[in-house]
C-alpha cells in the first residue's frame, strides 16, 4: 500500500495526523466526484493508489448511505469549500487549505489529459 499521496497532503496541509489527511481527502475527492460525471471519476480513480481510489469512484454518499443523484455542475469555488467543510467538519477556510493541499496531490497523480477532462466538466 503506497501512502505517500497521503504523506504529502499531512505536509502540504500542515495536518498533525494520517487521521486528518484521510478526512481532508476523502471529503475532497468525494465532494469532487460529486460534481464530475461517472465516466471521469472512473477514469481519475484508475489513475490513484488504492486507498483513495475508491473516494473518487463515488460521489459524497449522505444520509441513507445515497450517492448523490446528479453532477454539481452549477456550483461555485466556496460553494466547493463550503461542502467539503461540511463533510470534513471543519470550518471553511481550513476545509480550502486543506482541499487545496489535496487537489495539488491530486495534480501530480493524474495524468494531464485527465485533469483536463476534469477540469472541463467543472464551472469555470
Do not use: C, W
Amino acid at each position: 500500500m503506497n501512502d505517500t499521496p497521503t504523506v504529502i497532503g499531512i505536509n502540504r496541509a500542515h495536518l498533525s495526523s494520517q487521521i486528518e489527511a484521510q478526512r481532508a481527502t476523502q471529503a475532497t475527492l468525494e465532494t469532487l466526484a460529486a460534481y464530475i460525471s461517472p465516466k471521469e471519476r472512473h477514469d481519475a480513480a484508475s489513475q490513484l493508489p488504492k486507498v483513495i481510489k475508491t473516494y473518487m469512484q463515488r460521489p459524497f454518499l449522505g444520509p441513507g448511505k445515497q450517492p448523490a443523484s446528479s453532477p454539481e455542475s452549477n456550483g461555485s469555488l466556496d460553494d466547493f469549500f463550503q461542502r467539503v467543510s461540511l463533510r470534513e467538519e471543519v470550518p471553511r477556510e481550513t476545509a480550502a487549505e486543506h482541499a487545496r493541499a489535496v487537489m495539488s496531490v491530486l495534480r501530480e497523480a493524474l495524468s494531464e489529459g485527465e485533469l483536463e477532462d476534469i477540469r472541463a466538466e467543472l464551472p469555470s
